[in-house]
Every structure is written in C-alpha cells, then in structure tokens.
C-alpha cells in the first residue's frame, strides 16, 4: 500500500515517540501531537517536527487514525473527549476495546516490546498486537504494522490480556531479578557486567529451543545442598531469600 496515511498522537511519551520515529520514514504522516503536559508537548514537536495543539478543542477532526498514547487509566475520559468519527487506537496491551466506549471505530495496537525514550530501535520488527470492532480498520491497521516493518496479529481482548500477563512475567519480572542481582552483587564488591554473557547466552537458547528443556542449575537438578547453601547466603535478605525460595520449588516442581 503506498497511500499516505495520516495520524495523531494524544500524549507524547515513550510510546508516541517511538511511534513517531517509526512513522517518520513511512507513508504515515503524523499531523500533530497534542499533551496535557504543554511542555512535553513542544518538546515532542521540536524532536519529531510535527505540529503541536495546545488544547483538545483545536485538534483537526479529519486524520485517518488517533493515537491514545495516554496511561491506561486515562484512556476512558480521554476518548470521550475526542470529536471525530475517525478511527481511535489506545496501544494499552491489557486495557479492552471497550475503553474508547463512545466510538464505533475502535481499535487496539499495542506493541509487544519494552519501550525507551531516545531510543527507537525497540520497535523495528517487532510484532504487533492487533484487535479493532471493524474489519476495514483492523485491516487498516495490518497495513500499517507492515509500513514500519513490524508484524501484525489479531488477537481478541482475552487473548491480548494473557499475552500480556505473560510478557510482564517475560520482561518485568525478569528485568527485577536483574535489578536484584545487580544489588546483591554491589554488596559483594562484585561486577554485574560477569554475568552479561551467561544472560545473552540464555536468551539466545531460547531463541532455538523450549525455555524448559534448557532450565539448567541447582533447582532443575534438585540439588538440595546447593539450594540450602544459596538459602544461608541469602539469610541477611529475607526479601531475596523469598523469592529465591518461591523460584527455586517452581522450577523443581515444573514439568
């Protein structure tokens, strides 16, 4: 498909511009960015060169599609302020369809990748989440993943909801054990940069193979004396201590 289509975002945060950075070579034109926070605003149409509205009641009503860039628990009150009969998109992965209540073209697109300011290589071939409450605009939006080299799947809400439950267990819960080991370390006068390469190996074999058939140290092999070894280290922590505890018989128990 090689006809423009024109957007607008509703908030200017890590999803916005990463969006804009991926629109910006594609036939998606972004109209314009409008923000509560006025500064972010101006911020955003400096970074990105898109026009930036100061109120709600200035935005143009003709764009193809909107985008609530907004936290989910705005989602709600701020579709309800929008007049257009325009497509609204929210990019929540948990938030139903139904948040943009008022409007008979709705959909979701949400984005299973862990976003950042000022850096947009995240959203390069990623796949897309895709769900909508009509077929031409859930197919507008396939089109539009395929425009920033992304992926497109329709999923229905139930299923978004558990795809991101499990992308919170995935990246997370996962980035916290990082964190946590990373403080454990520092108390030990050791380097967190050791365990780098035993990181991106793990992520690469499960790249080629079930994450259960590479599980590998003390619990998978229910070495008991290990484990307890690990528990008296921990005996200071009782935070770590509990998540150890509660890991380690998830993992001998797993089948």
């Known amino acids: 498909m090689n006809s423009e289509i024109t957007a607008f975002f509703i908030g200017s945060g890590r999803l916005a511009q990463n969006l804009a950075n991926a629109f910006a070579n594609s036939y998606v034109k972004v109209c ?3 923000s509560k926070s006025s500064s972010n605003a101006k911020n955003f149409s400096k970074k990105f060169g898109i026009p930036c509205f100061e109120n709600m009641d200035s935005i143009p009503t003709n764009c193809h599609i909107y985008f609530l860039a907004v936290p989910d628990s705005e989602i709600e009150a701020v579709a309800a302020q929008i007049k257009t009969d325009a497509l609204l998109v929210h990019c929540s992965g948990y938030m139903s369809l139904n948040q943009i209540a008022a409007h008979q073209r709705k959909a979701v697109f949400w984005p299973i990748q862990t976003l950042s300011t000022n850096s947009y290589e995240s959203l390069h071939h990623v796949p897309i989440a895709i769900e909508a409450a009509l077929k031409t605009d859930e197919e507008l939006l396939q089109q539009l993943a395929l425009m920033i080299n992304c992926t497109p799947h329709i999923l229905d809400g139930d ?13 997370n819960f996962t980035n916290h054990l990082y964190a946590v080991a990373k403080d454990f370390l520092h108390k030990n006068n050791l380097d967190f940069n050791l365990l780098l390469p035993l990181i991106q190996e793990t992520v690469t074999k499960i790249k080629a193979f079930d994450p259960a058939l590479v599980q590998t140290g003390p619990a998978a092999r229910k070495d008991l004396k290990t484990i307890e070894e690990h528990q008296k280290l921990l005996e ?20």
């Open 32 to 34: 314009g960015v409008y």
């Open 159 to 171: 299923q978004r909801k558990k795809l991101h439950l499990a992308a919170v267990l995935v990246n």
């Open 236 to 255: 200071q922590d009782p935070e770590v201590l509990a998540i150890y505890k509660i890991l380690t018989q998830s993992i001998i128990h797993h089948k």
